[in-house]
């Protein structure tokens, strides 16, 4: 049975209700639809741009821009990695304006399909891994971490979701929302993806929550500011069996919370105070 270690800072709490206060006072403005549309359409490339940044993807976000508003005839792997990022953003964004969008294996599953089509075999694309992996530091090369066993994956990835379904409603959302998040890097299950997939999962987590940040926010953009931090605190290092139960899931809590705040600040400073439509009817 999952049980996460992590304590309740005064940070943390801190944290939880700035954001709290923030998006409360984002649903009491009102906004033009057609602003809107122009922030949902920027978030998305500024996501889409961030979460591949991070995964080592070297475009700039001007090219990126271009990409999504133009499909190249002859795609490149690192604009692949773009189109399907972005494009998996827009079809899990229109099935939570739907129906309710439930977290489940299948949906991670579906999600790490997409970010690796074209890119991956088909026997490594949305599917766990059959295989070994290792993480490396991308700055020496060295192998700072061994995650779960193949084997253990399946059953890893149910205990995470049960504890997020089991405490709805008891552990505060964005706490959940953040060990889930951390959980699924540690767990890394798939040969590729990883990071692209929690990140996306994490979003539709928070969604559930009435944050949607495929809308206006881009909670990937704070990680990309400074990649080394994001990856010092959602990491962690040596053998999984051996630091089991050893992981702490605090200071990525703080860290996460922290992202949060100031992408909301972000909006909240670059959308204009216009009294038109409640931000509500998309949030």
Known sequence: MFQPLYTITNRLLANIKKINTLVNELNNRHFPRVVLVEFEKTARAVSTYASTSIEGNPLPLTEVKRILKSTPIHIRQSEQEVLNYNQALQELDQKLQKRHLRLSTELILSIQKQVTD???????????????????????????????????????IKELLDFVNDNKGKIDPLILAGI?????????????????????STKVLLAQISLNTF??????????KNVTRYFQTVGEYGNYYEILNKIDFTV????????????????????????????????
């Open 118 to 156: 074209k890119l991956l075999p088909k026997f490594e694309s949305g599917r766990l891994r059959e295989k070994p992996v290792v993480v490396n530091d991308p700055r020496t090369g060295k192998i700072i971490y061994l995650p779960p066993d193949s084997k253990d994956i399946k059953s890893l």
């Open 180 to 200: 889930f998040h951390k959980q699924m890097v540690i767990i890394h299950p798939f040969m590729d993806g990883n990071g692209r997939t929690a990140r996306l």
């Open 215 to 224: 809308n206006l926010f881009s909670f990937e953009n704070y990680y990309n």
């Open 252 to 283: 990525f809590l703080e860290y996460f919370t922290e992202g949060i705040i100031d992408e909301l600040l972000r909006v909240q400073k670059l959308l204009p105070q216009v009294l038109v439509s409640p931000l509500t009817e998309i949030m």
